[in-house]
């Protein structure tokens, strides 16, 4: 066994070692070395890597376009740093509505916020609204519909097509709708320029219209003094040839044949006269001409005079034109290198009658006419027999749907003569009754 003194000896030094030992863990000033020896610890520096109290980051760097600064704070929106990847601009705030958004990110429709070029922002994708997903104010002609202010939106500004001004097309909206509408005068009025459903006036229709004087549908009518048809060729209206000289007079008949002025070779020929001294009405059949018509043979027969008729003239002789009956008459003619023919007269005038002549051409006419007031002809069927029918009333509509009236110049059925005006003393009297 170790003597006592020995093991305490031993004893404190082992104290002591340890004690040593316990210091040697802790800093003191006495025992940190400095510039000028010993000396106060100094702070541990930013960007070594370590994070050191007071430090909210440490990256080891000092690049101050990272997440942690080059002072050791972590990067954010507005510090005035533009953090590479992160943030698109820092203008030092987050403010919204100047060149830089609240967020440091790229500037997008939709955001909420209105930023040049936008010209609006409603933060919505919703194309229905007043601002649509591109931030442009919606407007007619976008092509989308804007729920409570648009009817439709056709992307056009188009007002011919089905949605004028992003309304519906209708009747009545002042545009005309292509293909659909002849007219569109703003209104549904019937009668003017353009009818309640678009449509032009027709005159024939029976309602009234624009510029019609009237409309009585299929009893509009053109009731002329005289009219002339054929089983296979249109009606014509005629007026009568007047001249202030009797009908004898004006044939002219000498040489044993009439001298109208109206004769054609190989043709025949009907017309109404007036003399207009005496008002008496013929009618005039011509056949052929003086000097240049080859042998000829006509024979004619016309029904439904009126009584009270007379055979005014009988070219040649009696036994080629006369009265056969009450209300009939015949023609027998046969003729070389002259014309023939006859006048049939006293016919009331006004007065509503149908005359029929019916006529045989056996040799030498290759054609018929009917000569009107202004000398000029309408072609008659050969084979086709001609109803002359006159008329003492005038229509109430004419098919052109205006209104007869004396002096509109158009002889009318019950006028006598119509000179384009109500003036007496001019050769016809201003109520288009008589001549004068």
Same mark, same amino acid.
């Given at each position: 066994?170790?003597?006592?003194?020995?093991?305490? !000896?031993?004893?404190? $030094?082992?104290?002591?070692?340890?004690?040593?030992?316990?210091?040697?863990?802790?800093? #003191?000033?006495?025992?940190? /070395?400095?510039?000028?020896?010993?000396?106060?610890?100094? /702070?541990?520096?930013?960007?070594?890597?370590?994070?050191?109290?007071?430090?909210?980051?440490?990256?080891?760097?000092?690049?101050?376009?990272? !997440?942690?600064?080059?002072?050791?704070?972590?990067?954010?929106?507005?510090?005035?740093?533009? %953090?590479?990847?992160?943030?698109?601009?820092?203008?030092?705030?987050?403010?919204?509505?100047?060149?830089?958004?609240?967020?440091?990110?790229?500037?997008?429709?939709?955001?909420?916020? $209105?930023? +040049?070029?936008?010209?609006?922002?409603?933060?919505?994708?919703?194309?229905?609204?007043?601002?649509? #997903?591109?931030? $442009?104010?919606?407007?007619?002609?976008?092509?989308?519909?804007?729920?409570?202010?648009?009817?439709?939106?056709?992307?056009?500004?188009?007002?011919?097509?089905?949605? /004028?001004?992003?309304?519906?097309a209708r009747c009545g909206d002042g545009f005309v709708w292509a293909g659909r509408e002849a007219c569109d005068d703003g209104n549904v009025v019937d009668d003017d320029d353009c009818d309640g459903r678009c449509a032009l006036p027709v005159c024939g229709d029976g309602k009234r219209a624009g510029h019609e004087e009237c409309d009585d549908g299929a009893g509009n009518a053109d009731r002329p003094a005289f009219e002339v048809s054929q089983p296979a060729a249109?009606?014509?209206?005629?007026?009568?040839?007047?001249?202030?000289? #009797?009908?004898?007079?004006?044939?002219?008949?000498?040489?044993?044949?009439?001298?109208?002025?109206?004769?054609? +070779?190989?043709?025949?020929?009907?017309?109404?006269?007036?003399?207009?001294?005496?008002?008496?009405?013929?009618?005039?059949?011509?056949?052929?001409?003086?000097?240049?018509?080859? /042998?000829?043979?006509? &024979?004619? &027969?016309?029904?439904?005079?009126?009584?009270?008729?007379?055979?005014?003239? @009988?070219?040649?002789?009696?036994?080629?034109?006369? !009265?056969?009956?009450?209300?009939?008459?015949?023609?027998? %003619?046969?003729?070389?290198?002259?014309?023939?023919?006859?006048?049939?007269?006293?016919? +009331?005038? +006004?007065?509503?009658? =149908?005359?029929?002549?019916?006529? #045989?051409?056996?040799?030498?006419?290759? @054609? %018929?006419?009917?000569?009107? @007031?202004?000398? =000029?002809?309408?072609?008659?069927?050969?084979?086709?027999?001609?109803?002359?029918?006159?008329? &003492?009333?005038?229509?109430?509509?004419?098919?052109?749907? =205006?209104?007869?009236?004396?002096?509109?110049?158009?002889?009318?059925?019950?006028?006598?003569?119509? &000179?384009?005006?109500?003036?007496?003393?001019?050769?016809?009297?201003?109520?288009?009754?008589?001549?004068?």
């Amino acid at each position: 066994m170790r003597p006592v003194s020995s093991l305490r !000896a031993r004893g404190v $030094v082992f104290v002591s070692a340890l004690a040593a030992v316990a210091a040697c863990g802790s800093r #003191s000033s006495l025992d940190v /070395p400095t510039a000028s020896g010993l000396g106060p610890a100094a /702070p541990a520096p930013c960007g070594n890597g370590v994070l050191d109290a007071g430090e909210a980051c440490d990256d080891g760097n000092t690049d101050d376009t990272d !997440a942690c600064r080059r002072d050791c704070t972590k990067a954010r929106c507005g510090d005035g740093v533009l %953090w590479a990847g992160v943030e698109t601009c820092d203008d030092g705030n987050t403010k919204d509505g100047d060149a830089c958004p609240g967020g440091c990110g790229p500037k997008t429709c939709g955001d909420g916020v $209105v930023q +040049p070029p936008e010209q609006c922002d409603d933060a919505n994708r919703d194309d229905t609204d007043a601002c649509l #997903s591109s931030c $442009v104010l919606a407007r007619c002609g976008d092509g989308f519909l804007e729920t409570g202010v648009e009817a439709c939106d056709d992307a056009n500004a188009l007002t011919t097509d089905a949605c /004028p001004g992003c309304v519906l097309a209708r009747c009545g909206d002042g545009f005309v709708w292509a293909g659909r509408e002849a007219c569109d005068d703003g209104n549904v009025v019937d009668d003017d320029d353009c009818d309640g459903r678009c449509a032009l006036p027709v005159c024939g229709d029976g309602k009234r219209a624009g510029h019609e004087e009237c409309d009585d549908g299929a009893g509009n009518a053109d009731r002329p003094a005289f009219e002339v048809s054929q089983p296979a060729a249109p009606a014509f209206g005629t007026n009568a040839l007047v001249r202030k000289q #009797s009908a004898a007079s004006f044939y002219d008949y000498f040489s044993a044949s009439s001298h109208t002025g109206f004769e054609a +070779p190989r043709e025949s020929r009907l017309y109404m006269y007036v003399d207009g001294a005496t008002g008496r009405l013929s009618m005039f059949v011509t056949h052929g001409e003086d000097d240049n018509q080859p /042998p000829a043979r006509v &024979d004619m &027969d016309i029904t439904g005079i009126p009584p009270g008729f007379a055979i005014d003239l @009988a070219d040649d002789n009696p036994g080629e034109f006369f !009265a056969n009956g009450p209300s009939s008459a015949a023609g027998r %003619w046969t003729f070389n290198q002259n014309s023939d023919g006859g006048v049939l007269g006293g016919l +009331p005038f +006004p007065g509503n009658w =149908t005359i029929t002549v019916r006529a #045989s051409f056996l040799q030498g006419i290759t @054609a %018929w006419g009917f000569v009107h @007031a202004d000398l =000029t002809r309408s072609a008659l069927v050969l084979a086709q027999p001609v109803t002359i029918r006159a008329f &003492d009333a005038r229509s109430t509509c004419r098919k052109n749907c =205006t209104i007869p009236r004396c002096g509109d110049g158009v002889l009318d059925g019950g006028e006598v003569c119509d &000179d384009g005006n109500t003036r007496s003393g001019d050769g016809c009297a201003a109520n288009c009754a008589r001549l004068d």
